[in-house]
C-alpha cells in the first residue's frame, strides 16, 4: 500500500537521506518526492512510499519525527506516483480533448495537485453555480460566494461563513484561481488538510492560466 507524506524537514545536506534510512527501518520504499517548498532553513517535500499491507500509518510519521527538526504535515492512501511533468500533462490532455474539456480539467485535476476533488464554478442571476465537478466533488452549494470575481489565485478561509456545514464538518482546505478572463474559478478543496503552501496556490496560478488561455 502507499502513502503520501507531507513532511517539513531542515533543508541541510543529509537531511533527505537520515529520513530515507529512518523510513525504511520500518519497511517503507520511497518510491518519489516532490519539493512543495523551501524557506529559511526548512523544506516541505511530498514523499509517496510503499508499504507491507497492514502496516499501520502511524508507524511511519513515528520513524520521521524522531529525527531531530523533521515534522509529519499529514498523511494519506495515495495511488499512483508524483510525476514532475503532471501539469505538462494536464494542460495537454485539456487541449486535445475534443468535447467537455472542462470535465476533463476537474476529472485530472485532483491527481495532478493531489486534493480530493475540483470544481469549476461560475456566478449566475442567482447566485455562484457549480460548472462541473470531479469525482467525489460536493454537490452541495454555497449560498453565498464573497470572493467572487476572484482576480489572482488566493487561499480560500475554510471556516468563513459561506462554506457549507459539510465541507467545514470534514476539515476541507479550499484553494481557487481564476480559469480564463470570464469570471469562471478553478475551486480545489482537500477535505482532512493539509493547508495549501502558497507555492501550491502559486502553481495552481499559473495552471489555471494557462488552461484558461488553451480553453479561450
Partial sequence: MSYLLRVQLPDRPGSLGSLAVALGSVGADILSL???ERGAGFAIDDLVVDVDAGSLPDTLITAAERLEGVTVDSIRPYAGILDTHRELELIDQVATARHDRLQVLV????????V???TVVDTGPHGAYRV?????APETRPADVPWMPLEKPMLLDHEGEWVPDLWRTMNTTLAAAPLGTHGRVLM????????FRPSEVARLGYLAGIIGTVLG
Fill in 132 to 136: 462541473v465537478g470531479s469525482s467525489g
Fill in 34 to 36: 516532490d519539493v512543495v
Fill in 116 to 118: 480530493g476533488w475540483a
Fill in 188 to 195: 480545489l478543496g482537500r477535505p482532512g488538510g493539509p493547508e
Fill in 107 to 114: 476529472d485530472s485535476a485532483p491527481r495532478v495537485l493531489r
